[in-house]
């Protein structure tokens, strides 16, 4: 593939070691000499430099550096070098530092058994070096490949830097295998930059990488990490699918336009990264920190279900052997949560202080929170009883409130404990109840405002409880009322709770009407009057005596009935027209007041639960 436009070389490169130096050129060729000469191969006399490679044998070292190659030397050179038994040109050490290779520099299936080196070597045309073996070290730092760069099917045994090298023309690395440390830190690719099927066995850094053209990680694999920090890609739609046995860090990375991320990894970094247009990020077993990441449009997290597809059949995940497929965001600090959108995500352990606009954060599917703790713990709390979905900045607050000691190293959180936060117990780093019961505000805001009422009640439980306990903002008058709250209907949302406390209501009232609230026997009536012989006019006088005490046997059957019947109506705001002692009138006027509320209550439960 030759490059449209080939760069022609200056004059003074095609000097060789001091010959023809001239007031313009007073360096001259910078190539290195051939042993025995007084001048580079470049500029050899034909004669000596048939000699020089009539004594090469395959597998010898090389040293061309500063050497220009033109199509013609260079094929001549491993022409020399080839190897029968294995049917390629094949070196040992070979020194190409500052080389420059005009035309089709080819290297296809060359075998470098030590050390390559080409280290601010320049391509004018095409670099090919399909399905080469660099069985030592490879390095190209600081070169520049002006044509496309051809790397297919290419085998790096040792590390491989491509440090600060610039691609000017396309890049192709389709299924190359790279077993050692590979890095491409502040690259440059001008072209498409191509990784199909690639595969880096030991760490893999593209830090600071400018990406101007398409970008294909199609079906690439790390067995190590993959390092992407302060990368730039300007003009790619998809990114994957990419399996990574260990992390993926694409903190302070830029994605300019829209984009597709594929990524099956255990920890995927999202630090400060920009992404200036929408994306989406389809992820499997991976642990995501998004903090401080700019979200200028709408971007979705979303828990892949299955395996990615890869051409005909589905992603090898072996790598990812004993993992969970799950996804869990870790942090959501410093986002805009308006333009966040999380599907299928664990946030058990995500931390929201600090996200704006976290009341229109959108939760889509089925999005997991950190449950309370399932043992009962000293002092013993009504709250512990039940299970809600709760925030880990409660669970790390009241770890820290309840001197929770830290758990041992690699130690997964025990469902029996509130969890612990990463700087526990320290509480400069804690949030106070005060800034808890803030997020869950607004994340019951969120759950409201898309329809979700039963979902948005742990939240309106979460931030009671906040207020409850916090001793700085909320003042003592509001806090005993929120204890009265929670005491009886767990803030209106236990219908249990508060149909315990009713039916307890009502037992006390039923029990208090036997002992003191009914007379021994109803009042009797006394009637007085005149009748005129012969009849006439007659007038009735009735005087009814005040019920009395009861004195005796004050719990027997009947009395509980008159004492349930007066206690049900109660509870309707209704009279039982019962006679009843002074004592049990008051009793009579508290259970209708107590009753009904707690019964109100109840219903007001059950409301919460259910209303959509």
């Not at 060789?16 to 910078?30: K, Q, T």
């Not at 070196?91 to 601010?120: D, K, L, M, P, V």
């Given at each position: 593939?030759?490059?449209?436009?080939?760069?022609?070389?200056?004059?003074?490169?095609?000097?060789?070691?001091?010959?023809?130096?001239?007031?313009?050129?007073?360096?001259?060729?910078?190539?290195v000499q051939v042993p025995g000469h007084a001048a580079c191969l470049a500029h050899l006399t034909e004669i000596d430099r048939d000699t020089y490679l009539d004594g090469l044998a395959p597998g010898a070292d090389i040293d061309h550096r500063g050497t220009p190659f033109t199509e013609p030397l260079l094929e001549a050179l491993l022409r020399a070098l080839h190897d029968p038994t294995i049917g390629r040109?094949?070196?040992?050490?070979?020194?190409?530092?500052?080389?420059?290779?005009?035309?089709?520099?080819?290297?296809?299936?060359?075998?470098?058994?030590?050390?390559?080196?080409?280290?601010?070597?320049?391509?004018f045309g095409d670099a090919v070096f399909i399905e080469a073996q660099f069985l030592g070290d490879a390095g190209f730092h600081k070169a520049q490949f002006f044509g496309d760069a051809l790397f297919d099917e290419v085998q790096f045994s040792g590390d491989t830097e491509f440090d600060e090298v610039q691609f000017s023309g396309e890049a192709r690395f389709h299924v190359a295998q790279f077993s050692g440390?590979?890095?491409?830190?502040?690259?440059?690719?001008?072209?498409?930059?191509?990784?199909?099927?690639?595969?880096?066995?030991?760490?893999?850094?593209?830090?600071?990488?400018?990406?101007?053209?398409?970008?294909?990680?199609?079906?690439?694999?790390?067995?190590?990490?993959?390092?992407?920090?302060?990368?730039?890609?300007?003009?790619?739609?998809?990114?994957?699918?990419?399996?990574?046995?260990?992390?993926?860090?694409?903190?302070?990375?830029?994605?300019?336009?829209?984009?597709?991320?594929?990524?099956?990894?255990?920890?995927?970094?999202?630090?400060?990264?920009?992404?200036?247009?929408?994306?989406?990020?389809?992820?499997?077993?991976?642990?995501?920190?998004?903090?401080?990441?700019?979200?200028?449009?709408?971007?979705?997290?979303?828990?892949?279900?299955?395996?990615?597809?890869?051409?005909?059949?589905?992603?090898?995940?072996?790598?990812?052997?004993?993992?969970?497929?799950?996804?869990?965001?870790?942090?959501?600090?410093?986002?805009?949560?308006?333009?966040?959108?999380?599907?299928?995500?664990?946030?058990?352990?995500?931390?929201?202080?600090?996200?704006?606009?976290?009341?229109?954060?959108?939760?889509?599917?089925?999005?997991?929170?950190?449950?309370?703790?399932?043992?009962?713990?000293?002092?013993?709390?009504?709250?512990?009883?039940?299970?809600?979905?709760?925030?880990?900045?409660?669970?790390?607050?009241?770890?820290?409130?309840?001197?929770?000691?830290?758990?041992?190293?690699?130690?997964?959180?025990?469902?029996?404990?509130?969890?612990?936060?990463?700087?526990?117990?320290?509480?400069?780093?804690?949030?106070?109840?005060?800034?808890?019961?803030?997020?869950?505000?607004?994340?019951?805001?969120?759950?409201?405002?898309?329809?979700?009422?039963?979902?948005?009640?742990?939240?309106?439980?979460?931030?009671?409880?906040?207020?409850?306990?916090?001793?700085?903002?909320?003042?003592?008058?509001?806090?005993?009322?929120?204890?009265?709250?929670?005491?009886?209907?767990?803030?209106?949302?236990?219908?249990?709770?508060?149909?315990?406390?009713?039916?307890?209501?009502?037992?006390?009232?039923?029990?208090?009407?036997?002992?003191?609230?009914?007379?021994?026997?109803?009042?009797?009536?006394?009637?007085?009057?005149?009748?005129?012989?012969?009849?006439?006019?007659?007038?009735?006088?009735?005087?009814?005596?005040?019920?009395?005490?009861?004195?005796?046997?004050?719990?027997?059957?009947?009395?509980?009935?008159?004492?349930?019947?007066?206690?049900?109506?109660?509870?309707?705001?209704?009279?039982?027209?019962?006679?009843?002692?002074?004592?049990?009138?008051?009793?009579?006027?508290?259970?209708?007041?107590?009753?009904?509320?707690?019964?109100?209550?109840?219903?007001?439960?059950?409301?919460?639960?259910?209303?959509?």
């Open positions: 593939m030759a490059h449209p436009n080939p760069v022609s070389p200056p004059p003074s490169m095609w000097l060789c070691c001091g010959h023809g130096a001239n007031a313009e050129d007073p360096v001259g060729c910078r190539g040109p094949h070196c040992g050490a070979a020194s190409f530092q500052e080389a420059q290779f005009y035309g089709t520099a080819s290297f296809r299936e060359a075998q470098f058994s030590g050390a390559a080196s080409f280290h601010r070597a320049k391509f440390y590979t890095s491409y830190d502040a690259t440059q690719f001008s072209g498409d930059a191509r990784f199909y099927m690639a595969e880096f066995s030991g760490e893999a850094r593209f830090r600071m990488t400018q990406f101007s053209g398409d970008v294909w990680f199609y079906a690439a694999q790390f067995s190590d990490d993959a390092d992407f920090s302060g990368t730039r890609f300007a003009a790619m739609p998809h990114f994957g699918p990419v399996l990574c046995a260990r992390e993926i860090d694409l903190s302070g990375a830029v994605f300019e336009v829209p984009v597709t991320l594929e990524i099956a990894a255990r920890r995927v970094w999202c630090v400060r990264t920009r992404w200036e247009s929408t994306a989406a990020l389809r992820l499997r077993y991976a642990l995501v920190d998004l903090s401080d990441a700019v979200l200028s449009l709408p971007v979705a997290v979303t828990a892949h279900p299955a395996p990615f597809a890869v051409s005909d059949t589905v992603a090898d995940e072996r790598l990812l052997e004993g993992a969970e497929s799950g996804v869990r965001v870790t942090s959501a600090r410093g986002v805009d949560a308006m333009h966040l959108v999380l599907t299928d995500i664990d946030l058990s352990d995500c931390l929201f202080s600090g996200a704006f606009h976290l009341d229109q954060l959108r939760l889509e599917g089925r999005c997991i929170f950190a449950l309370t703790p399932t043992s009962l713990q000293r002092p013993i709390r009504l709250s512990r009883w039940t299970r809600r979905r709760t925030l880990a900045e409660e669970h790390h607050w009241r770890a820290r409130n309840a001197d929770q000691p830290d758990p041992a190293p690699y130690e997964d959180p025990s469902p029996r404990h509130w969890r612990v936060g990463p700087h526990h117990p320290d509480p400069d780093f804690t949030p106070d109840p005060e800034d808890v019961a803030a997020l869950y505000r607004q994340l019951r805001k969120a759950f409201e405002d898309g329809k979700n009422e039963p979902g948005a009640a742990d939240f309106y439980y979460g931030e009671m409880e906040m207020r409850r306990h916090d001793r700085t903002g909320t003042p003592p008058s509001e806090r005993f009322l929120l204890w009265g709250y929670w005491l009886l209907s767990g803030y209106g949302l236990r219908a249990l709770r508060a149909l315990g406390w009713l039916a307890a209501a009502m037992l006390v009232t039923i029990v208090l009407l036997m002992g003191f609230g009914l007379p021994n026997d109803s009042p009797k009536q006394k009637v007085t009057g005149t009748v005129p012989p012969g009849g006439g006019k007659v007038t009735f006088e009735v005087n009814k005596t005040d019920p009395q005490n009861p004195t005796g046997d004050r719990f027997t059957g009947r009395r509980f009935e008159k004492s349930l019947n007066v206690t049900l109506n109660s509870v309707v705001f209704r009279s039982s027209d019962q006679d009843l002692t002074t004592t049990g009138t008051y009793i009579e006027m508290a259970s209708r007041v107590a009753e009904p509320v707690l019964l109100g209550l109840a219903v007001l439960a059950v409301r919460n639960r259910v209303k959509r």
